[in-house]
T-cell receptor, first 114, second 117 residues
Framework: GQQVMQIPQYQHVQEGEDFTTYCNSSTTLSNIQWYKQRPGGHPVFLIQLVKSGEVKKQKRLTFQFGEAKKNSSLHITATQTTDVGTYFC??????????????FGTGTRLLVSP | DTGVSQDPRHKITKRGQNVTFRCDPISEHNRLYWYRQTLGQGPEFLTYFQNEAQLEKSRLLSDRFSAERPKGSFSTLEIQRTEQGDSAMYLCASNRLRTGRGNTEAFFGQGTRLTVV
């Protein structure tokens, strides 16, 4: 079945350093969503990308969708301690039934030291 | 509060017992999803409803699992004859389908943490 992998699994940075997580799907995606999950919390939606090569920015966060719509990245500039959490990509995959299932990646856990 | 709510937040049960969880989605959302998340992993898709119809079910969902959404509003997930491997966080999410525009963002509930002892 479809798999969505993320690297790295874990990253520990000093506050102010940049951070990037990469997401790769085994199949072409209809769209990709990114979620953040704080320790002990639930996933919270960050953004959705739909078009091939699309780039979107949210303050210090930059999201990119690959040209082949099989990969994506999230880059955080100048991390802050509030960025701590696990970042998941979730690929939209259209099923034969027409249903578009969200397949979550394995996640990248970010730890930021002050 | 108009978010997705799940009940209970925590459930400890003995192996072999049945458990039922409830999810109340955001009221105008026609799509409802159940996911399972174990420690250090991403949410795994279990099943999905559009209104009251269960349209997709993961092969992860054995015949001990059943989900309903009888009136297209709240949903229940029942696990019969629980096993230790069922211990996980069970997450419910909801969103709207916008015709021609695919999925909107999914809003997750706080989850029900199940521990089978």
């Amino acid at each position: 079945g479809q798999q969505v992998m993320q690297i790295p699994q874990y990253q520990h940075v000093q506050e102010g350093e940049d951070f990037t997580t990469y997401c790769n799907s085994s199949t072409t995606l209809s769209n990709i969503q990114w979620y953040k999950q704080r320790p002990g919390g639930h996933p919270v939606f960050l953004i959705q990308l739909v078009k091939s090569g699309e780039v979107k920015k949210q303050k210090r966060l930059t999201f990119q969708f690959g040209e082949a719509k099989k990969n994506s990245s999230l880059h955080i500039t100048a991390t802050q301690t509030t960025d701590v959490g696990t970042y998941f990509c979730a690929g939209g995959a259209r099923m034969n039934t027409g249903f578009q299932k969200l397949v979550f990646g394995t996640g990248t856990r970010l730890l930021v030291s002050p | 509060d108009t978010g997705v709510s799940q009940d209970p937040r925590h459930k400890i049960t003995k192996r072999g017992q049945n458990v039922t969880f409830r999810c109340d989605p955001i009221s105008e959302h026609n799509r409802l999803y159940w996911y399972r998340q174990t420690l250090g992993q991403g949410p795994e898709f279990l099943t999905y409803f559009q209104n009251e119809a269960q349209l997709e079910k993961s092969r992860l969902l054995s015949d001990r699992f059943s989900a309903e959404r009888p009136k297209g509003s709240f949903s229940t997930l029942e696990i019969q004859r629980t096993e230790q491997g069922d211990s996980a966080m069970y997450l419910c999410a909801s969103n709207r389908l916008r015709t021609g525009r695919g999925n909107t963002e999914a809003f997750f509930g706080q989850g029900t943490r199940l521990t089978v002892v």
